[in-house]
């Protein structure tokens, strides 16, 4: 990684005529030729089982950047990602710490470690600046993690087990079923599945099975083996990154039929398990499928860049840039403390669906429409991309996005 980044590095100094129009890796020698450009940290982890969803996301955030800075920068001035791997909680609350004193950024983009935004979102809070979580799901971080400089595009744990819950009880998979899980186990994985549990468990279904996977497992047949002795009704996965691509893959290898959902899913995870290996109903915060004006826009020129479509990950990383530059275009300015007060005043931004979304004062949460998808069959497919058909938006258009939002419980104490 850090071979490939120098190479980087060399050729932007070479193109120094034309450096401001580039996406910048974040290097003192840079820093000082382009002392009036804008820069931004992104810090997401492109190594580990979340490596796939990382890459996706700095393809989305390298995009906007290059968007923006195409159509004249911020304030006339262009902007510079300075791109670092998160890698674990520990990297990356040193890294913010970087980031932040030596860099400079005006606020950090990024994560999908739900211990590592954490980690970075006590740091934003010590300095006061604005840290955009772009993909970590934990409750926590919206009750009583929450801070008034950490912001949240990605939809948290509760909003997920919701948007596919609904049509969970529509099929009829819940109320007298059995039901055996695998749980990611780290914080997201834990909080995913108490979230679920409750759900589930309220509206009537019985859980058989409950299991915690480790975060670097790759062999699945002693939880496959175990699953079909159980026979349950349905396999729920709590599962992350590449934890849920090896599964379903072997699930189908095993050639077992119970039915398959998950409560936390992201659209890389199963283009990664092969054609005709992914099944069942998901949920998702968006996707490439959304029939929306500027979603289809956003999905045109992605793919023209980098041929294949955007997924979820991509989204949150690409929006929260766009929120923030036109954000900083609106006041005028780029100061950490005024954006943060301007974004939990209700500001509303399209968000490339068909209601716009806004971050909530209480707990600085996006509210939003959200998805759920159901997994094509293989002769179905048109391609590799081709994996599911949308299922419809939760809440309804004539419905208050707040349905969705998790709950005002008093757990999250900073000041409305």
Request: with cysteine; charged share 20%; hydrophobic share 40%.
């Amino acid at each position: 990684m850090e071979q490939s980044l120098d190479l980087t590095r060399r050729t932007l100094l070479k193109g120094a005529a034309s450096a401001t129009a580039l996406v910048g890796i974040g290097m003192p020698a840079i820093v000082k030729a382009q002392s009036d450009v804008i820069r931004i940290g992104h810090l997401t982890p492109v190594t580990g089982f979340l490596g796939p969803l990382g890459e996706f996301a700095q393809m989305g955030v390298r995009l906007a950047a290059e968007e923006i800075n195409a159509a004249g920068g911020v304030l006339g001035r262009p902007i510079e990602l300075v791109i670092e791997d998160s890698v674990n909680p520990q990297t990356a609350s040193a890294k913010a710490e970087r980031l932040i004193e030596r860099d400079k950024v005006a606020m950090i983009i990024g994560e999908i470690s739900s211990a590592s935004a954490l980690a970075i979102g006590q740091v934003a809070n010590r300095t006061k600046t604005v840290f955009i979580n772009t993909g970590a799901n934990s409750d926590a971080l919206r009750g009583a993690s929450c801070n008034p400089f950490m912001f949240h595009i990605e939809a948290a744990n509760s909003m997920m087990v919701l948007a596919v819950g609904n049509y969970l009880k529509s099929e009829n998979m819940i109320k007298g079923k059995k039901w055996y899980s695998l749980t990611a186990d780290y914080a997201f994985g834990h909080d995913l599945f108490r979230v679920a549990k409750k759900f589930v468990t309220e509206n009537g279904g019985e859980f058989v099975g409950e299991e915690l996977v480790p975060t670097d497992a790759t062999d699945f047949s002693p939880y496959l083996l175990k699953i079909r002795q159980a026979r349950p009704d349905v396999v729920a996965s709590n599962l992350a990154g590449n934890q849920i691509t090896n599964f379903i893959k072997q699930y189908a290898e095993y050639g077992l039929q119970f039915p398959i959902t998950g409560f936390g899913f992201d659209t890389a995870v199963a283009w990664g398990a092969g054609k005709g290996n992914f099944s069942g109903i998901w949920p998702l915060v968006w996707h490439h499928l959304v029939d929306s004006p500027s979603s289809k826009k956003y999905v045109e020129a992605f793919t023209k860049k980098y041929g294949k479509p955007p997924e979820n990950q991509s989204w949150g990383d690409y929006n929260s840039l766009k929120i923030v530059a036109q954000s900083f275009a609106e006041l005028k300015s780029v100061d950490p403390q005024k954006l943060a007060e301007h974004l939990r005043k209700g500001a509303k931004f399209d968000i490339l669906k068909s209601r716009e979304g806004y971050f909530r004062a209480y707990d600085n949460q996006m509210v939003q429409e959200m998805y759920a998808v159901r997994a094509k069959d293989a002769d179905k497919m048109k391609d590799q991309w081709d994996i599911y058909d949308p299922l419809g938006s939760v809440p309804g258009p004539s419905d208050s996005l707040e349905v969705l939002a998790p709950p005002q419980d008093g757990a999250c104490k900073m000041p409305a």
